[in-house]
């Protein structure tokens, strides 16, 4: 069952990225305007992202946590800033949108994944004892 939900997470993750660079690209191309129910979508995509791999289950692993907790902050700090890009001819516009849209399907899976990094920084064998441990 394991196995299974790791092969879904990696799709899911995958499927994640994917959507936000095509969303990003068709922004401007076809719509003025992102839809609310796509970033909605991207956003719940990457919340079941995050949860599959907090428990250790999904595509990010305990050992590359840290690797992606750097890269989800300069994601975010990109998209954030993404108006930068916009004073680019042409092609700037599409980097701002696939920016923000990376940023908003990550933003999920960051936070839970933090809030799982604080919780394994700051515990001890005492909580461990009281709290079963949660599976890596």
């Known amino acids: 069952m394991e196995e299974l939900f790791k092969k879904i997470g990696s799709w899911l993750f995958l499927i ?3 959507m936000a660079v095509v969303i990003g690209l068709l922004t401007d191309a076809i719509w003025t305007e992102t839809p609310y129910y796509v970033t ?3 956003a719940v995509l990457g919340f079941v992202v995050g949860v599959l791999s907090f428990f250790a289950v999904g595509s990010i692993t305990q050992e590359r946590v840290p690797t992606f907790l750097i ?3 300069m994601l975010l700090g990109i998209g954030a800033s993404g108006t930068l890009f916009a004073n680019l001819d042409v ?3 599409y980097f701002q949108n696939i920016a ?3 940023a908003i399907f990550v933003a999920p899976a960051a936070g839970i994944l933090a809030i799982r990094a604080i919780w394994d920084a700051g515990k001890s064998k005492e909580i461990e004892k009281v709290i079963p441990k949660i599976p890596r």
């Open 16 to 18: 994640g990225i994917l």
């Open 40 to 42: 909605i979508m991207l």
């Open 71 to 73: 890269a989800a902050l």
């Open 91 to 93: 092609i700037g516009v």
């Open 100 to 102: 923000m849209m990376l």
